[in-house]
């Protein structure tokens, strides 16, 4: 018989993240587009970042049949937070701002991110943005597949950072570490250490 869940986080009752999801307003609006593979992922980062933002929502699928309605949202300028040549760095808003960004965010590996801006044409369209300064990942049960690679929360909180310096997004991490803690808990220190090389 499968463990009770919570509704809102997903994860065992028992284990619960919602008392450190946080409650945090955003200039910026952001839209996570979720690969259907990562929705059972045991550490869903992309639906904390959609829980922790009230600016925020997250979107399940391959093909977005409604993101021209999405992307004409009055009050934003649309961007697709991606990496690439032409991806252009973040930069904070200032003084001259203009409209706020809705960052348009991938969740996925970056295979299925890739395939997901091919099946949906507008998201190729789109202006892509990239953090300049990544910082280390707190990702530490994951192999990152390529230097400064981040989940998907934490390039979120990066962004965000940046775009509305000074205030700081950090909080929204307090759920996604403990989570990582308490996946280590499982495992045990001498597994942990063996898999992934810290102590």
């Known amino acids: 018989m499968p463990r009770p869940r919570c509704e809102r986080c997903q994860r065992p009752l028992a284990h619960c993240l919602c008392p450190l999801i946080p409650h945090l307003g955003s200039r910026t609006r952001v839209v996570v587009l979720q690969h259907p593979s990562e929705t059972a992922h045991a550490l869903n980062t992309a639906r904390l970042a959609a829980l922790g933002l009230i600016n925020a929502e997250l979107r399940i699928g391959e093909v977005f049949d409604d993101l021209d309605a999405l992307l004409a949202t009055p009050g934003y300028r649309p961007a697709l937070l991606f990496p690439g040549d032409e991806a252009e760095v973040l930069q904070g808003y200032g003084q001259d701002a203009g409209l706020p960004l809705m960052l348009i965010v991938p969740d996925g590996t970056w295979r299925k991110a890739r395939k997901m801006l091919y099946l949906n044409p507008l998201l190729e369209g789109l202006p892509r943005v990239t953090l300049g300064h990544v910082q280390p990942s707190r990702y530490r049960l994951r192999k990152a597949p390529e230097p400064g690679a981040l989940s998907t929360l ?21 759920p996604f570490e403990a989570l990582i803690e308490g996946q280590i808990e499982a495992m045990g220190a001498q597994t942990y250490q063996r898999n992934h090389g810290q102590a």
Request: no cysteine; glycine share 0%.
């Open 154 to 174: 934490e390039a979120v909180v990066q962004a965000l950072n940046v775009l509305e310096a000074p205030v700081v997004f950090d909080e929204l991490l307090r």
